[in-house]
């Protein structure tokens, strides 16, 4: 709309500040604020589109950082009392990404404590409530990022996955989150042992797959990029998939129960791929042992050992524990760790195109918890089972390990009204198959018209 001069990058702007300032106190999506510079920056993507400059794709359009990545100038706290908040000196490489594509950085939104829990919830900037009822999460990591979504307060937002991070909120909230492939997307570091990876959250599958072409490309400076895809992400909505085998997993990979609403989403979605064609049948992969999730803790863990803290003496207890249990191993075992994860991996993703061709499970295994349940499991009993956060990942864990590409799509509401998401996985590099799944889903259900009611 911008391009075509419909809406002009000061409307857009003002717009999304203008909801921002009325819903954001009850909301704690967006907990930085650099509001004089999105004007300025405004002002100087509308004289460009005036003077008939050659535009970006995302000229104008404001998007929210999430707070565990830098912005040249902006602070980045990792949403912790730990970090300081002196504005950083370098952009990330998916914030220079972004702001390539034309995208102006409009605040930053709530993240818990350094990424590792499900919720948005942490001491420095308290807790983000979900839009569709106030006394739920609206996950995590990417927590404030979907909420800011899902109410209205911009039209995408970053978001960063390495566990679930896009998946879970974007289920929680109701909305659109699609999970790159290993390597898809440049990063300085592939965190947690290349589990890690940046993205974005929207209401539009063809705004997911915009965002996607945005983000990616081959990084001549990294160990390893994807594979080019064949066109552009944003060309492969309302493409024919084909006639695909679906796999259905309704059981959760970690051995805890389902609940029903979660698994009556997949359900909904599997009979909306048969409608269009698709063979769906019952599957029950080999996913990774549980010496494997052990490992991956183990790598966490002291990933979140090397971070530079500015007083380590002020994270959360659920933090201090990990710290604790890295300093309990040595070099020899996180190598033994890394090297599980990749062998078990192996095998893992080769039941994509030998046993199936993507596999359909519910987002999470719960339904969306209450605010300060999660929060509360992890700081009381750090070294506890935490079964609420890990009944959250149950489904999306194993596709950060594995590298898999993943999207969670927003097709079931529960008997309490709050969105319940279904996920789809495909194989390595496959988010074109994604993309055309989900359009195509998009198109039958039409949850983009859907808006938390007094969002609307």
Not at 53 to 68: E, Q, R, S, T
């Amino acid at each position: 709309m911008i391009r075509t001069r419909e809406i002009s990058p000061v409307e857009a702007a003002e717009a999304y500040l203008a909801r921002i300032d009325k819903y954001n106190p009850e909301l704690n999506a967006v907990v930085w604020r650099n509001d004089q510079e999105v004007r300025a920056a405004a002002r100087r993507a509308e004289q460009e589109v005036m003077d008939g400059a050659d535009l970006a794709p995302f000229h104008g359009v404001p998007i929210p950082i999430k707070d565990l990545t830098s912005v040249k100038g902006q602070p980045n706290t990792c949403s912790s009392l730990a970090m300081s908040d002196a504005p950083q000196e370098t952009s990330d490489l998916c914030a220079q990404k972004l702001e390539q594509a034309g995208f102006i950085f409009m605040g930053r939104t709530n993240s818990p404590e350094l990424g590792p829990l499900t919720v948005s919830e942490n001491a420095r900037h308290g807790t983000t409530a979900n839009p569709w009822n106030h006394d739920y999460t609206p996950g995590g990591s990417s927590g404030g990022a979907a909420a800011a979504v899902a109410a209205g307060l911009a039209p995408v937002a970053h978001a960063s996955d390495g566990g679930g991070s896009i998946r879970v909120p974007s289920s929680a909230c109701g909305i659109v989150g699609l999970k790159p492939s290993r390597g898809r997307i440049p990063q300085e570091v592939f965190g947690w042992e290349h589990s890690t990876t940046e993205g974005a959250v929207a209401r539009h599958v063809e705004d997911a797959a915009a965002v996607l072409d945005a983000l990616s490309g081959p990084d001549l400076h990294s160990w390893y990029s994807a594979p080019a895809p064949e066109r552009p992400f944003a060309e492969e909505v309302g493409r024919d998939a084909g006639r695909l085998r679906i796999g259905l997993l309704l059981e959760a990979p970690t051995g805890l129960p389902v609940d029903a609403e979660c698994a009556a989403a997949a359900e909904k979605l599997a009979g909306v791929l048969e409608g269009l064609g698709h063979e769906v049948c019952p599957a029950s992969p080999v996913l990774y042992s549980r010496e494997a999730g052990e490992a991956f803790q183990m790598i966490i863990g002291a990933s979140l050992h090397a971070i530079e803290y500015e007083n380590v003496d002020l994270v959360d207890p659920f933090i201090r524990h990990r710290l604790d249990q890295a300093r309990q191993f040595h070099a020899g075992q996180y190598a033994q760790a890394a090297a599980r994860l990749q062998l078990e991996s192996r095998p893992l993703v080769a039941q994509w195109g030998r046993d199936f061709d993507v596999l359909l499970t519910p987002t999470m295994a719960c339904e969306t918890p209450r605010t300060g349940t999660v929060y509360h499991e992890a700081n009381t009993d750090p070294s506890g089972p935490r079964l609420t956060e890990m009944r959250m990942i149950s489904f999306t864990s194993f596709c950060n390990i594995s590298g898999l590409p993943a999207i969670s799509l927003p097709v079931h509401t529960s008997a309490t009204g709050l969105p319940v998401g279904a996920q789809l996985v495909a194989g390595p590099y496959q988010e074109a198959t994604l993309v055309r799944l989900a359009s195509a889903v998009e198109a039958v259900m039409d949850w983009t018209r859907t808006i938390a009611p007094q969002y609307a």
